[in-house]
């Protein structure tokens, strides 16, 4: 079996960041148009707080405790 060294991939980060923000924008609109602008703001009020709660979690589990030798 041959050995290939693999190659460099494109960077699709700011596509998918780009399809994250459609997607979210036609989410809105449509909660916004089903249930009024009350429930976008709590939407985006719940996952900004789902996006914090992630944020901290990771990064405590990053952190490398010292052992008690």
């Known amino acids: 079996m041959r050995h290939r060294t693999p190659r460099r991939v494109e960077d699709y980060?700011?596509?998918s960041?780009?399809?994250i923000l459609i997607n979210l924008l036609w989410m809105f609109?449509?909660?916004?148009?089903?249930?009024?602008?009350?429930?976008?703001i709590l939407t985006g009020w719940v996952l900004n707080q789902l996006i914090t709660w992630?944020?901290?979690y990771r990064a405590r589990?990053?952190?490398?405790?010292?052992s008690d030798a």
Request: overall charge positive; aromatic content about 12%; proline content about 4%.
């Open 54 to 56: 992630l944020q901290t």
């Open 17 to 19: 960041l780009m399809l």
């Open 61 to 66: 589990r990053e952190i490398r405790w010292p």
């Open 13 to 15: 980060t700011t596509a």
């Open 29 to 40: 609109l449509l909660i916004w148009a089903l249930f009024g602008l009350l429930a976008v």
